[in-house]
């Protein structure tokens, strides 16, 4: 049950979110942590009121059980395509089918990403699939795939991140258990951070790392 129309990596983040998210001392997640799950997931569009509803109508318990879970995260899915396809043609402001680059900056704008413009024509020239610098909604619909999985980073970061990542999760002989990814110490978090977005976000990656230790 579940995990229809999900990747292979969409999957593996929304057990990843299951297991992080649930009751510790239960193989349930509580609807209440439904919203966490979805935006540390990503996803844009959420709605409480919608997000109850959903939830409601797979079981009346306070909690659910992974098959629930996954059955909520498909209709979710759902609802959130729907949703980007009335901001599509709201921001289609030549009724073309399509959104060029400033469309396209405008229509992440509204959906409360705060868009690089190297991100967006990064992301163009991946997703424009008939190449003719725009988009339609299908996609648009793989752009946010894209946006959501690289939280809004160009490539070049991402590789640069885990550069990073990689030199601190060597340095600190971490060994990681079979089949885990590899981590790091919490508490070289700020070191990352800093390393990457340089000295003037030490104060905020202190913080920040002071939280999760």
């Given amino acids: 049950a579940g995990a229809e129309g999900f990747s292979e990596s969409e999957v593996d983040r929304m057990n990843g979110a299951f297991q992080r998210f649930k009751d510790p001392d239960s193989p349930e997640i509580h609807k209440d942590e439904l919203k966490m799950v979805l935006s540390h997931l990503g996803y844009s569009q959420i709605d409480p009121d919608q997000v109850k509803d959903m939830a409601d109508n797979i079981t009346t318990f306070p909690a659910l059980e992974k098959p629930d879970f996954m059955s909520f995260m498909e209709k979710h899915a759902e609802f959130e395509r729907h949703r980007f396809k009335e901001i599509f043609e709201r921001y289609d402001a030549d009724g ?3 959104l060029d680059t400033e469309e396209l900056i ?3 704008t509204s959906l409360g990403f705060t868009p690089l413009r190297s991100m967006v024509k990064e992301a163009l020239d991946m997703v424009d699939l008939d190449g ?12 946010m795939h894209v946006y959501k999985h690289s939280e809004g980073f160009t490539l070049a970061q991402i590789q640069e991140i885990s550069s ?9 002989n971490v060994v990681s258990p079979p089949g885990r990814q590899p981590t790091m110490p919490a508490d070289k978090l700020s070191d990352l951070l800093v390393t990457f977005f340089g000295p003037a976000s030490a104060k905020n990656a202190t913080a920040l790392t002071s939280e999760m230790a």
């Fill in 96 to 98: 073309s089918g399509y």
């Fill in 106 to 108: 405008t229509f992440l």
């Fill in 132 to 143: 003719n610098g725009t988009l339609d909604f299908e996609e648009v619909v793989v752009l």
């Fill in 164 to 172: 990073i990542f990689a030199n601190i999760h060597e340095e600190s």
